[in-house]
C-alpha cells in the first residue's frame, strides 16, 4: 500500500460511534484561542533538517498558505498538524504544536481523533476504487453512522462544499475513477469535509489541474473558510496570492517572513522573500 493511501486508510479509521463532538473531547477548540500554534517546532528525519524553530500562529477560519521553493518544508508543517510524519520511521520533532488550545503530540491525544479534526488532500488525487456516494460515505460509516437519509444529506452538503454536487448528482453511483483529475481532487475534498473537520489541509491541491478546476476549487475554499480553517501550501506564487488571508514564506526550513497575503505579497518585509514573489529567485 503506498503512503498516502495508508493515510487515506488512517485518517477515516476511526472508532468512535458519532461525529458530533462531546464537551469533554480533549480536541475541542478553546474560545478566543489561536486554532493552530507552533513553539519552536523542528522537524527532522534522521540527519535531514526539514523544519527549524519555527513560531507560527494561525487563526481560526482564514486560508493561510505555506509558500516557498520545493524542500522547503511546507509539506512536513502540513503533515505535522495531522500527525501524519509519525508514518515515517525516522520522523523526530521538538517544540510545541497546539490545536484549539491542546498540544497536539500529548500522549492524551486520540491520533485517529485527530486525523478526522484535521482532514488532508495531497497534490495527486486518490479516489478510493468504489462508487462517488460510497468514496463520500467511507468515513462516517467507519464512526457509526447507518441511517441512508443522513448518509445522503452528508454526501449532497460535502459534494456541494466542494462545488462538485451539480456536475455528478445523477451519477453517484458511477465508479469514482471515470472522473476527470479536476472532479477527482473536488472528490477528494468533499471526502474530507464528510468528517465535518475543523481544519483542512491542502498539499499543492491544483497541481495539475487545468485552469477552470483550479478556479472551481479556490472558490469552494473561499465559502468554506467560514466553518473550517484552511492551510495551503498553493501550486505556485500565483495561487498563494489570490486565496491567501495570511500566509508564511518557508525557506530550506526556516520560517523566513509571515503575514497578512495582501501585503506579503505586495510589500514583503525580507528581501527574500521579495526575490521569490517577484521571481528572482526560485
Given at each position: 500500500m503506498s503512503q498516502?493511501?495508508?493515510?487515506?486508510?488512517?485518517?477515516?479509521?476511526?472508532?468512535?460511534?458519532?461525529?458530533?463532538?462531546?464537551?469533554?473531547?480533549?480536541?475541542?477548540?478553546?474560545?478566543?484561542?489561536?486554532?493552530?500554534?507552533?513553539?519552536?517546532?523542528?522537524?527532522s528525519f534522521g540527519s535531514v533538517e526539514s523544519l527549524r524553530h519555527i513560531n507560527l500562529t494561525i487563526p481560526r477560519h482564514q486560508i493561510f498558505a505555506l509558500f516557498g521553493p520545493a524542500r522547503g518544508g511546507k509539506t512536513t508543517l502540513l503533515r505535522s498538524i495531522n500527525r501524519m510524519n509519525d508514518l515515517e520511521v525516522k520522523a523526530?520533532?521538538?517544540?510545541?504544536?497546539?490545536?484549539?488550545?491542546?498540544?497536539v503530540y500529548d500522549p492524551e491525544v486520540e491520533v485517529a481523533d485527530l486525523r478526522r479534526?484535521?482532514?488532508?488532500?495531497?497534490?495527486?488525487?486518490?479516489?478510493?476504487p468504489m462508487s462517488i456516494y460510497e468514496n463520500v460515505v467511507y468515513g462516517p460509516r467507519l464512526v457509526g453512522i447507518r441511517d441512508r437519509r443522513r448518509l445522503d444529506e452528508i454526501v449532497e452538503r460535502a459534494l456541494t462544499d466542494a462545488a462538485i454536487f451539480d456536475e455528478i448528482k445523477d451519477r453517484l453511483a458511477s465508479p469514482a475513477m471515470r472522473l476527470s483529475g479536476g472532479q477527482q481532487q473536488r472528490l477528494c475534498i468533499a471526502r474530507a469535509l464528510a468528517l465535518e473537520p475543523d481544519v483542512l489541509l491542502l498539499d499543492e491541491p491544483t497541481s495539475g489541474l487545468?485552469?477552470?478546476?483550479?478556479?472551481?476549487?479556490?472558490?469552494?475554499?473561499?465559502?468554506?473558510?467560514?466553518?473550517?480553517?484552511?492551510?495551503?501550501?498553493?501550486?505556485?506564487?500565483?495561487?498563494?496570492?489570490?486565496?491567501?488571508?495570511?500566509?508564511?514564506?518557508?525557506?530550506?526550513?526556516?520560517?523566513?517572513?509571515?503575514?497578512?497575503?495582501?501585503?506579503?505579497?505586495?510589500?514583503?518585509?525580507?528581501?527574500?522573500?521579495?526575490?521569490?514573489?517577484?521571481?528572482?529567485?526560485?
Open positions: 498516502n493511501s495508508q493515510a487515506i486508510v488512517s485518517q477515516v479509521s476511526i472508532d468512535q460511534p458519532s461525529i458530533d463532538q462531546g464537551p469533554g473531547d480533549v480536541l475541542a477548540p478553546a474560545e478566543g484561542s489561536a486554532h493552530i500554534e507552533l513553539r519552536d517546532w523542528s522537524v523526530q520533532h521538538t517544540g510545541q504544536l497546539w490545536l484549539g488550545g491542546t498540544e479534526r484535521v482532514g488532508m488532500v495531497f497534490a495527486l488525487p486518490s479516489p478510493l487545468d485552469p477552470i478546476s483550479t478556479a472551481k476549487i479556490e472558490d469552494s475554499l473561499r465559502r468554506l473558510k467560514s466553518r473550517v480553517t484552511v492551510l495551503i501550501a498553493p501550486s505556485n506564487v500565483q495561487q498563494a496570492a489570490r486565496v491567501a488571508d495570511r500566509a508564511a514564506f518557508l525557506l530550506m526550513g526556516d520560517l523566513v517572513e509571515e503575514g497578512p497575503g495582501n501585503q506579503l505579497f505586495t510589500n514583503p518585509h525580507d528581501r527574500r522573500t521579495d526575490d521569490y514573489v517577484t521571481g528572482r529567485f526560485g
